[in-house]
């Protein structure tokens, strides 16, 4: 029962740095209508910069973010601007192929640069834990979630309470309603890529600082934000906070009572079951016809 | 142009099965053999996913479930190298069958986006099984197949050539058979708007699931030839993402939902590929300028090479172009007649 409490207390901890990029994800989703497949490997670009802020500079991973974060959020309106944007044809569908791509240019970049050797961060924070009983929590786990809540608060301020919030929940609600009504909806596109790369940068951080990572980690992060946005619902925000919390806790649950070899197994099959009762996944709406 | 039409095709067909023996070449006979293989995916593929517009990006999963299911017959049964391998290669694609019904019927009870990322989180779920169901396959550390020991020099690719051959042969039959039948009209259907095609009859359900059983039939059993000829396989090869990525690059750059789009794509990109894959042997290099080609041609040859084509040289450019730009009028009535204009052109080949 005590390893049961742990695993649930790491698997909230650490679902919050999966809220993060899974964030980015879903909102880029529900304004565009698009499906960032080089979210991974943007999550591991953050992760390498901060990396590399730390070693040649001597930033702290957490300070660092304030460089990372910003750098990151005009790559994404550059990339959205380039590649995303003169779409015109098969949105959907060729946008998944060009993010696939772009992540296939990430990737390849990064191997070239820092080739395919595991990259372990290091700061007091990671090497040192706290102790409550009888189970060691190294502190990295809880600046994390606080950087996330702090994150995600900031998040929903600047949607609920923001005028650009709502022209980008506007977009979300109704593409072309909201043109009508004079909202500039390529520009909170690209802001809104933007931010979703930039929470990937803030993500790519906290993942980094708790796991070892490699270019070649994107597909494994990929897969799980993916299965993250569908079980929340494509385009909702709350969907995808719960169903982040939700993957990590049952991960780190089964990999205590059973093995961790099935971890992720338990988790993408639970994804399947929700799937057979709920197409449109805990909190989304039905992809019907849109008129 | 309609009368050259079968010659073509004859000459066309000629030059494929004397290959081989023109150029008796093992380098170039191995790129040959790939090439052929990818032909026919990536044919069954389009079958699927571009007459009914539900973009799978996950059937390499039924590649590697080929694959390992040769690799595992061959070895429990102690099959010898030879020419009987080949004979499992409908096993192969049966078994990949068995998995693609159950995966098949829930990825197909959602909807275009959740769908795609669905198939790929589905592809990821079996690379996983790969690497952890280690009585059955072995694990990372992968299995061999038999070595067809007797064949060698440039004998070696020849059996695997036309075998390869006779699946593509096969498949393009399959997907001609399906664009030119009542069960390909309501595929077409389904793409363009799949409420209508439902509330007029079309069993949408079946249809779907149907198209998507029988691409990972050829799938399967391009897998399994894939792993008898290059010998052994690992958990990260037969379940590579980039087979899913090659597949619909392919697809997207000969033509998305044409008859022979498909083809071409395997045959200017599979080449391209290995010899990138030679000369520049670095990972990282090659990931780049594998990203940078498909960034290229999807912006600046979106709609692919032959209804480019076609669209430049049919004066009824209303016709030739994509049916899915008769977007809020009337879809179903559109892919008809679209359907009627590919048949007087001959099929749209």
Redesign the interface.
């Known amino acids: 029962m005590r390893i049961v409490v742990d695993a649930i207390i790491t698997g909230v901890l650490s679902g919050g740095i999966y809220v993060l990029m899974a964030l980015g994800l879903t909102l880029i989703?529900g304004v565009m209508?698009i499906?960032n497949?080089g979210q991974g490997a943007l999550v591991i670009l953050g992760a390498y910069l901060s990396y590399v802020l730390q070693q040649h500079l001597h930033i702290d991973l957490f300070l660092g973010l304030l460089i990372t974060m910003p750098v990151m959020f005009g790559l994404g309106v550059a990339l959205e601007a380039a590649?995303v944007r003169?779409?015109?044809?098969?949105r959907?569908?060729?946008s998944?192929?060009?993010t696939?791509?772009?992540?296939?240019?990430i990737?390849?970049?990064?191997?070239?640069?820092f080739s395919?050797n595991l990259v372990q961060m290091h700061a007091w924070y990671v090497d040192h834990s706290l102790r409550i009983g009888s189970f060691y929590l190294a502190w990295v786990y809880i600046f994390d979630f606080l950087l996330s809540v702090v994150l995600v608060a900031g998040l929903y301020l600047l949607l609920n309470r923001t005028k650009f919030g709502a022209s980008l929940r506007a977009s979300m609600q109704n593409r072309t309603a909201a043109q009508l009504i004079g909202i500039d909806v390529e520009r909170v596109s690209a802001i809104t890529f933007g931010i979703g790369v930039a929470l990937a940068a803030a993500g790519g951080m906290a993942y980094g600082a708790t796991s070892a990572f490699n270019p070649n980690s994107q597909?494994d992060l990929?897969?799980r934000l993916?299965?993250i946005?569908?079980l929340g619902g494509?385009g909702s925000l709350r969907g995808a906070v719960i169903a982040g919390l939700g993957m990590l806790v049952v991960e780190d649950v089964t990999s205590v009572v059973w093995s961790p070899?099935?971890a992720?197994?338990v988790f993408?099959m639970a994804?399947?079951v929700v799937?057979?009762v709920r197409?449109?996944?805990l909190f989304?709406r039905l992809?019907?016809?849109q008129q | 142009m309609k009368a050259l039409r079968p010659v073509l095709l004859l000459v066309l067909l000629a030059l494929a099965v004397v290959f081989p023996l023109l150029f008796p070449n093992p380098a170039v006979d191995t790129v040959a053999v790939l090439t052929v293989l990818f032909a026919t995916a990536v044919t069954a593929w389009n079958a699927f996913s571009g007459y009914s517009g539900y973009i799978s990006i996950g059937h390499a999963a039924f590649f590697g479930i080929g694959s390992y299911a040769v690799a595992i017959l061959c070895q429990d049964w102690h099959v010898p190298g030879g020419y009987l391998p080949f004979l499992l290669l409908p096993v192969a694609g049966l078994i990949a069958v068995v998995f693609a019904v159950p995966m098949g019927w829930v990825a197909l009870r959602t909807r275009k986006h959740t769908f795609v990322i669905l198939t790929i989180a589905m592809f990821f779920i079996m690379q996983l099984m790969a690497f952890n169901l280690r009585g059955l396959t072995n694990g990372s550390r992968g299995m061999s197949l038999p070595i067809p020991t007797h064949w060698s020099g440039a004998f070696y690719d020849l059996p695997f050539y036309y075998v390869g051959l006779a699946l593509l042969l096969l498949a393009l039959a399959v997907s001609w058979w399906i664009r030119n039948s009542k069960y390909g009209l309501g595929l077409l259907a389904i793409r363009d708007d799949e409420d209508r095609a439902r509330g007029l009859g079309v069993r949408t359900g079946a249809f779907k699931l149907t198209a998507f059983v029988i691409a990972a039939f050829f799938f399967g059993m391009v897998g399994g030839l894939h792993a008898y000829f290059v010998e052994s396989i690992f958990p990260a090869f037969a379940f590579d993402p980039l087979i899913d990525l090659m597949v619909a690059l392919m697809a997207f750059l000969g033509g998305l939902g044409t008859l022979a789009g498909p083809v071409l794509g395997a045959v200017i990109l599979e080449p391209a590929q290995q010899y990138f894959t030679i000369w520049f042997s670095r990972p990282g290099y090659y990931l780049m300028i594998y990203g940078a080609l498909f960034l290229v041609i999807i912006l600046l040859l979106p709609q692919g090479i032959i209804p480019a084509l076609r669209a430049r040289f049919t004066r009824s450019e209303a016709l030739a172009g994509p049916v899915r730009h008769t977007e809020g009028g009337d879809g179903l009535a559109g892919a008809a007649l679209a359907a009627e204009g590919d048949a007087e052109r001959g099929g749209g080949a």
């Open positions: 989703f209508d499906i497949v590649f003169p779409i015109r044809w098969e959907t569908t060729l998944i192929l060009v696939f791509a772009i992540a296939l240019l990737q390849g970049a990064l191997s070239l640069v395919t597909y990929i897969s993916l299965a946005i569908i494509m070899v099935w992720s197994t993408y994804l399947v799937l057979v197409p449109q996944g989304g992809a019907g016809r």
